[in-house]
C-alpha cells in the first residue's frame, strides 16, 4: 500500500474518531447543562443560607464541573459512549445507567451539603429529563453516525476450525462488520498476502481476520499487514491471553517478557479478602429483607427446601458447598446426573425463572464470600463433574482455578451465559493475568449493570459441549497429521 493511501486511511480514521468524539460531547454536554439550568434555578434552594451565599460564580462551575467529571466516567465505563461501536439498544440502556449511577452519586454529595435529604422530587424531574434526551439523541446520533460510516469489509483468513461459529459472530453485529470473502490458510500465505492487497486495492475488503491458524501463517501474516498499515482482528489463544498479563524487564539489551509462577501478591490478597468481608457483610444486611421474602415465597410454592447446596470448586481445585435459593423442582437431578441449565429449561419453578431473572438466587453466596470460600470477583465456579468434562476436551481449562471462585467476574461481565466454556476460559484468563484492585472494583460497578440487562441471564445451549468435543477431536487429528 503506498503512502498516498496510508495517509488518507489514516485522515479516514481520524476524522471518524472525531465524528464518534463530538456525538459523544454533545449527548453528554446536553445532560451536563439540564443539570446545570436545575442546579442554577432549583438545587440551591435546598442548601443553608450561609453556604448558599458563598456559592458565588466559581462555585457553580465546579460543582457543574464535578458532575461533568462523574457523569463522564461512568459513561465511559458503561460503554455509554461507544457510538458506533454497541448496538443501539445497548448504548441507550448503558447511557442511562450510567446517567443513574452519577446522579445517586452527586445525590448523596448535595444532600451531604445540604444537611438533609436533597429536593428528591426536582432530582427525580432532572433524571425524566436526561433520559428522554438520552433515548434521543442516541438514536439520532447512532444512525447518523452509521450513515456515514457504513459496515467495515473484512477478508477473513481460517484454518481447518468451521468458521460458522466466527461467521455468525460478525453477522450479529452487521451494522459494523461485514465479511465478504474467506480464504483458507492452505492457499499459502504468499498468496493470500496478494489476495489480501488486491482486495484492499479494490475497495472489496479494508481489515483482516485471523482466525484458528498456526502460529507460524499467523505470525507472518500479521507482519505483512502491519506493514502494509491494514488493520487486523485477532481472535487470541490461550498463550496469547497470558502473555497480556506478563510483566516486561529491561535486565538485558533485549526486552523479556515475565509470566509469574502466582497470581496474585500477598498484598493483593489482603485487600481482597478485605473488601470481601466488608462488602459481604454491608449487603447481608441490606438484602437480609429480600432473602427472607424469597425463603417465603420457595417454602410456600412447594414445601421443599429453601436452600440448595451443591458442590463446586475454587482455588486450587478445592471443594466446597455453594449456596443458593432453590429455583429448580426437587426431582430435577433425580438420575444423579449433573447437568447445566439450559435456555428455556422445564427444571425451573415459577418462582425461580424469577430469582433466577434478577439474580435473587445468588444472595446465599454471600455467605460463601464471607466464610472465605469465594471472593467477589473470580472465575464462576463450577461443579467437579463439569471441570472434568471440559478438562478432556480442554485440559487448559483448570488454569481459571489460579484463583478464588467468585460471585461475578470478567467472563460474566463482558461475555453471555451461553459464551462458549473455550471462551470464557479466555476472558477468566485475561482477568487473573491482569488484575488490579482497581479491576475488581470496576468489575463490581459493570456487575451492576448486567443484572440488568437480559442477555446475561441466557441459559447454556446443549450443542456447545458437543461441538467443542468435535471441534477439539478435529484439532486433534490434524496436528497428528501433521506430525505424521
Same mark, same amino acid.
Request: aromatic share 12%; glycine share 4%.
Given at each position: 500500500?503506498?503512502d ?9 480514521e ?16 446536553l445532560?451536563? &447543562?439540564?443539570?446545570?439550568y ?7 434552594f ?22 461533568g ?6 459513561s465511559?465505563?458503561?460503554?455509554? !459512549?461507544?457510538?458506533g ?11 442511562i445507567?450510567a ?14 451539603? &445540604?444537611?438533609?435529604?436533597f ?6 424531574? !432532572? !433524571? ?5 434526551v ?18 467495515? /469489509?473484512? +477478508? ?16 450479529s ?36 481476520? +485471523? ?25 487470541? /489463544? ?9 510483566e ?6 533485549t526486552?523479556?517478557? +515475565?509470566t ?18 466488608v ?8 438484602a ?7 425463603a417465603i415465597?420457595? /417454602? ?8 440448595y447446596?451443591?458442590? %463446586?470448586?475454587?482455588i486450587n481445585?478445592?471443594? @466446597?458447598?455453594?449456596?443458593k435459593? %432453590?429455583?429448580? %423442582? ?14 428455556n ?11 433466577r431473572?434478577?439474580r435473587?438466587d ?12 469465594m ?7 463450577e461443579r467437579?463433574?463439569?471441570?472434568a468434562?471440559?478438562q478432556?476436551i !480442554? ?10 471462585a467468585?460471585?461475578a467476574? @470478567?467472563?460474566?461481565?463482558?461475555g453471555?451465559?451461553?459464551?462458549s466454556p ?9 482477568y487473573?493475568?491482569?488484575y ?22 441466557e441459559?447454556?445451549?446443549?450443542e ?9 477431536? /478435529?484439532?486433534r ?6 506430525e505424521?
Amino acid at each position: 500500500m503506498n503512502d498516498t493511501s496510508e495517509n488518507k486511511l489514516q485522515r479516514m480514521e481520524s476524522f471518524k474518531r472525531l465524528i464518534n468524539l463530538a456525538l459523544t460531547a454533545g449527548c453528554l454536554g446536553l445532560e451536563i &447543562a439540564i443539570f446545570a439550568y436545575n442546579w442554577l434555578h432549583h438545587f440551591q434552594f435546598s442548601l443553608v443560607e450561609d453556604l448558599r451565599n458563598v456559592f458565588w460564580f466559581k462555585g457553580h462551575v465546579l460543582e457543574i464541573a464535578i458532575y461533568g467529571v462523574i457523569l463522564f466516567s461512568f459513561s465511559n465505563m458503561y460503554g455509554g !459512549m461507544r457510538l458506533g461501536y454497541l448496538k443501539n439498544a445497548e448504548i441507550v440502556f448503558s447511557q442511562i445507567f450510567a446517567t443513574f449511577m452519577a446522579n445517586v452519586l452527586i445525590y448523596a454529595e448535595l444532600s451531604v451539603m &445540604a444537611f438533609q435529604l436533597f429536593t428528591p422530587e426536582v432530582f427525580i424531574l !432532572m !433524571m425524566i429529563e436526561q433520559f428522554f434526551v438520552v433515548l434521543l439523541y442516541i438514536n439520532i446520533a447512532n444512525r447518523f453516525y452509521r450513515s456515514i460510516f457504513p459496515p467495515r /469489509k473484512l +477478508l477473513l483468513v481460517h484454518g481447518d476450525r468451521p468458521i460458522q461459529d466466527i461467521c455468525s459472530k460478525f453477522e450479529s453485529r452487521k451494522d459494523k462488520y461485514r465479511v465478504t470473502r474467506c480464504i483458507h490458510v492452505e492457499a499459502g500465505v504468499p498468496v493470500i498476502c496478494r489476495e489480501i492487497m488486491e482486495d484492499c486495492r479494490a475497495g472489496r475488503c479494508n481489515a483482516v481476520v +485471523l482466525w484458528d491458524i498456526s502460529v507460524g501463517d499467523r505470525n507472518l501474516l500479521l507482519k505483512f499487514c502491519y506493514a502494509n498499515s491494514i488493520r487486523v482482528y485477532l481472535m487470541p /489463544k490461550i498463550t496469547d491471553v497470558i502473555l497480556m498479563g506478563a510483566e516486561e524487564l529491561h535486565v538485558f539489551d533485549t526486552p523479556i517478557m +515475565l509470566t509469574r509462577e502466582y497470581s496474585l501478591t500477598m498484598e493483593q490478597r489482603f485487600l481482597k479478602r478485605t473488601i470481601d468481608i466488608v462488602c459481604s457483610l454491608l449487603l447481608l444486611v441490606l438484602a437480609s429483607p429480600f432473602m427472607v421474602a424469597t425463603a417465603i415465597a420457595i /417454602k410456600l410454592y412447594d414445601g421443599g427446601p429453601v436452600l440448595y447446596k451443591q458442590v %463446586r470448586c475454587t482455588i486450587n481445585q478445592k471443594q @466446597f458447598y455453594i449456596l443458593k435459593f %432453590r429455583s429448580m %423442582r426437587t426431582d430435577a437431578e433425580k438420575d444423579g446426573v449433573a447437568r447445566l441449565a439450559q435456555k428455556n429449561d422445564s427444571r425451573i419453578t415459577p418462582i425461580g425463572k424469577f430469582i433466577r431473572k434478577c439474580r435473587i438466587d445468588e444472595l446465599p453466596q454471600l455467605f460463601n464470600i464471607l466464610k472465605g470460600d469465594m471472593s467477589f470477583i473470580g472465575p464462576r465456579p463450577e461443579r467437579p463433574e463439569i471441570i472434568a468434562q471440559y478438562q478432556e476436551i !480442554m485440559p487448559e481449562f483448570c488454569y481459571r482455578m489460579k484463583v478464588k471462585a467468585g460471585l461475578a467476574g @470478567f467472563a460474566q461481565v463482558y461475555g453471555k451465559y451461553n459464551t462458549s466454556p473455550y471462551d470464557k476460559l479466555k476472558l477468566d484468563l485475561t482477568y487473573i493475568e491482569n488484575y488490579s484492585l482497581w479491576m475488581d472494583l470496576k468489575l463490581m460497578l459493570l456487575t451492576l449493570k448486567i443484572l440488568l440487562w437480559p442477555d446475561s441471564t441466557e441459559g447454556v445451549e446443549t450443542e456447545q459441549i458437543t461441538a467443542l468435543r468435535e471441534e477439539q477431536k /478435529k484439532n486433534r487429528d490434524v496436528q497428528k497429521t501433521l506430525e505424521e
